[in-house]
């Protein structure tokens, strides 16, 4: 009988599980909730569907690498920006909330916060000061 080793903690896992479509890899690994803020601690992180073992290996070796350097590992390419206009597009409200709702958010929240990520929603305690009214 072999005996499989346990892996330390910050290697991760790979583990290989059964789909629809064939045999699949999974990944795991642990990161700082928030990398600018690691006193919040850690939270385990998971991947699936890679089609070989060595493709789930080298993207594991990036995540790990990724979060031993503080990066995130989960950064949208959206912003604020374009994910707001597509929500007003959908909303079905009279002609003259749509126009508030537009004026609000290319006067106001555009400029502001239009260029942050929207991967990771953060506190009010995270923005500046001069964008929280109290």
Not at 95 to 113: K, Q, V
């Amino acid at each position: 009988m072999s005996t499989r080793r346990r892996r330390s903690d910050g290697e991760g896992s790979i583990t290989p599980y059964q789909s629809a479509t064939g045999p699949r890899w999974r990944i795991s690994w642990r990161e700082h909730k928030d990398p600018d803020r690691p006193e919040l601690g850690r939270r385990q992180r998971t991947r699936r569907g890679f089609e070989t073992e060595r493709a789930a290996r080298q993207e594991l070796r990036d995540m790990l690498s990724k979060a031993e350097r503080g990066q995130r590992t989960t950064v949208s390419a959206d912003t604020f920006e374009p994910y707001a206009l597509k929500w007003l597009k959908s909303k079905r409200v009279s002609e003259s909330t749509w126009d508030s709702y537009h004026r609000l958010l290319t006067l106001h929240a555009i400029p502001r916060i239009g260029g942050l990520h929207i991967a990771k929603p953060r506190s009010t305690a995270r923005l500046p000061d001069r964008w929280i009214e109290v």
